[in-house]
């Protein structure tokens, strides 16, 4: 099994640019999750789907974070226009039954804004 | 709302000694407890988990955790280190109702020689 396969491992970026992070779940897996790790906050839920559907966004933190899932092997964390205080460590994880399975985690994306 | 308390923000121990990194957590309804290990420049990987049945829970790479109903605790320990265990250790809770996971602010493992 090829685990949570994320891309890019790393992105700088300067402030006002649009940045796509992509997500592979692993197969079979019915959820995954987006999350953003800083020295300040921790680890930080942004955003959690089920079967492809978003169940709970309360974690986004503005408008300018969104995310799809467009079918079960792949899903995409946007933000537009991006900022400085978006750097962080991004990780998307996934589980076989919501948030009660283990999750597992991809090795993340290091953004940085500049 | 849940909450969860790593103790130690750092926690050095030498090579073949014993270690236990605390978590303590509130919740009003009940909860999954997990532990979660993060090598540098990784993301997480299980350790071990507590859903029902014995309190004392094994996992891998010789750890163990205790879960205290009465002291909403859910220590991680192991018997003995090696250098290969520094790493960062954080304690999660997933409440059984909602779903809502909160993860620890994490606990340095450093492992001297």
Request: hydrophobic share 35%; net charge negative; proline share 6%.
């Amino acid at each position: 099994d090829a685990g949570v396969i994320q891309s890019p491992r790393h992105e700088v970026t300067e402030m006002g640019q649009e940045v796509t992070l992509r997500c592979k779940p692993i197969s079979g897996h019915n959820s995954l999750f987006w999350y953003r790790q800083t020295m300040m906050r921790g680890l930080e839920l942004l955003i959690y789907f089920n079967n492809n559907v978003p169940i709970d966004d309360s974690g986004m933190p503005e408008d300018r974070f969104s995310a799809k899932m467009p079918n079960a092997s792949f899903s995409t964390l946007k933000i537009q226009p991006s900022e400085p205080r978006d750097s962080a460590v991004y990780f998307c994880a996934s589980s076989l039954e919501g948030p009660f399975s283990p999750l597992h985690f991809g090795n993340g994306t290091r953004l940085t804004v500049t | 709302a849940q909450s969860v308390t790593q103790l130690d923000s750092q926690v050095p121990v030498f090579e073949e000694a014993p270690v236990e990194l605390r978590c303590n957590y509130s919740s009003s309804v009940s909860v999954y407890l997990f532990w979660y290990v993060q090598y540098p420049n990784q993301g997480l990987q299980l350790l071990l988990k507590y859903l029902s049945g014995s309190t004392l829970v094994k996992g891998i790479n010789g750890f163990e955790a205790e879960f205290n109903k009465s002291q909403t605790s859910f220590h991680l320990r192991k018997p003995s280190v090696h250098i290969s265990d520094t790493a960062e250790y954080f304690c999660a809770v997933t409440d059984t109702n909602a779903g809502k996971s909160t993860f620890g602010d994490g606990t340095t493992l450093t492992v001297k020689p």
